[in-house]
């Protein structure tokens, strides 16, 4: 190692310890040691309703289920989070190995109408590149989700914190654990903010098939992102329909204001599952009620199951940012290995056609897990 | 009850019963034959699908229902909790409780 990156911090050490104890427990049995039956079915991590009461001790008893976190008991306190470790390498750049992200949650449980999530999130704990230099230029730390859930049936309930904004269908499930490549779409994070601060009624009509997310952002954001938008206000709804087995349809509306300036944001998502194949995609347009002028991009991701366990995945995207000249096509091709269902090995190389400050051409792949 | 509400409580789709009363559905074990046969028959979804779905839930802080080890166990939970929903095989049905699918 030649030179470092400044800042380490006692936290970001504290971080990796953390990390590696989570990595630990959800080796497998045989390399982690611990007596879980390994013969059980790798979905078999379900919590288990017991007999114990508050007063006895049982009721705080710890039961960590790899991939569905640890349980206290019967009390409703659970935590458990996600991990991802990326190893990439940007064309004409050094290799990186990064401790890109630890998230840990937090849950409360339990009660008949309220439960409480919040996630707090460690990002660039560590990075090591191939020039021998390490450290963690971008650290940050920062309370991803915090809110609580009042739920008064399954027509309505509703959020009240901080919460993923959603706009389509990647930003509510963008860990790296649950989506198939380690990059990702620009159009999934470029045009809005993803984190909203404030009020969400949520709920399901017509069976099911019909659910509504209807949000809103009267203050600042409670920890706004350090780049990109950065909404102080903001208000929206997101409607998904299950038109057939297999087939949602969804909407997206989206006004936000950020720089002092209002903005609007339509978009379309859908999303088929059939046997082994997954296609998803999204579609976003926004437009700046001042001089800003407008955006769009969309994706198209297919994924299919090829082995057991193995996954062939492909993506192409096209995003035009604000302003002439900025526009962008970028394919990834890779795939993905998930040896437990809570775990995955990604590998992917992205290509563009030509260079852009939005996203870089290269080889990237990641290896991620819930705990 | 159809099948498709079923398939809903046990997705944790529909949370709640008609009279608002929410519902507690019980699975048996994820290895177990009358599991693997339940989600076959009810839940129509390949393994995949349901691992991919919970952990997507579970990122938002909802888990797969409670499992039980014995059609006994689930027998016993379902006639203590009103609102208790399980499945086991029609040989072990008594008075205890009440049937609303019997599947072919």
Not at chain 1, 99 to 112: A, I, N, P, R, T
Not at chain 1, 136 to 155: A, K, M, N, T
Request: net charge negative; with cysteine; hydrophobic share 40%.
């Amino acid at each position: 190692m030649n030179q470092t990156y400044p800042g380490v911090k006692v936290g970001k050490a504290l971080a990796f310890v953390l990390w590696c104890l989570t990595t630990w427990a959800s080796l497998p049995p045989a390399l982690a040691q611990n007596t879980t039956d390994a013969t059980k079915a790798p979905d078999s991590i379900e919590a288990e309703p017991s007999t114990s009461r508050p007063l006895d001790l049982r009721y705080w008893q710890p039961r960590y289920q790899a991939g569905r976190g640890l349980h206290f008991g019967d009390s409703g306190l659970v935590l458990g989070g996600y991990t991802s470790i990326d190893l990439s390498r940007d064309e004409g750049r050094p290799a990186e190995v990064v401790l890109d992200d630890l998230s840990l949650f937090v849950m409360l449980q339990g009660f008949e109408r309220f439960s409480f999530f919040s996630e707090l999130e460690f990002e660039d704990l560590i990075r090591v590149d191939s020039d021998g230099r390490a450290g963690s230029p971008e650290d940050r730390f920062e309370i991803e989700r915090l809110y609580g859930v009042f739920s008064f049936s399954d027509q309505l309930e509703v959020r009240v914190g901080k919460f993923l904004t959603p706009v389509g269908r990647w930003n509510v499930i963008h860990a790296q654990p649950l989506v198939w490549t380690t990059s990702r779409p620009l159009v999934t994070e470029v045009p809005f903010d993803e984190n909203t601060t404030g009020v969400m009624f949520s709920g399901n009509v017509l069976d099911g098939r019909l659910g509504y997310d209807l949000f809103g952002q009267f203050t600042n954001q409670l920890e706004p992102p350090p780049r990109g938008v950065q909404a102080s206000r903001a208000g929206g709804a997101h409607l998904t329909l299950e038109t057939t087995p297999g087939f949602s349809l969804g909407g997206t509306y989206l006004a936000f204001r950020s720089g002092g300036e209002w903005f609007h944001l339509a978009g379309l998502d859908a999303l088929w599952r059939n046997g082994p194949l997954e296609w998803m995609t999204e579609l976003t347009f926004d437009e700046g009620a001042g001089a800003s002028g407008s955006q769009w991009g969309a994706y198209s991701q297919l994924a299919a199951e090829i082995l057991p366990k193995i996954f062939a995945v492909g993506r192409y995207e096209h995003f035009a940012k604000r302003g002439a000249g900025s526009s962008v096509n970028q394919v990834v091709l890779g795939g993905a290995f998930r040896p437990r269902p809570y775990a995955v090995f990604k590998i992917e190389y992205q290509i563009l056609d030509h260079t852009s400050d939005l996203t870089e051409a290269g080889f990237r792949s990641s290896f991620a897990f819930l705990f | 009850m159809s099948a498709d509400e079923i398939e809903r409580i046990y997705l944790k789709r529909q949370r709640y019963w008609k009279d608002g009363k929410p519902v507690v559905p019980i699975n048996r074990e994820a290895a177990s034959t009358p599991r693997q046969r339940f989600d076959r028959k009810f839940l129509g979804s390949a393994k995949l699908d349901l691992i991919a779905y919970w952990n997507q839930r579970y990122f938002h802080g909802v888990f797969p229902p409670a499992t039980l080890e014995s059609d006994e166990a689930i027998k016993r939970y379902v006639a203590s909790d009103p609102n208790a929903l399980g499945y086991i095989a029609a040989d072990r049905v008594d008075d205890s409780v009440i049937v609303v699918n019997r599947p072919d």
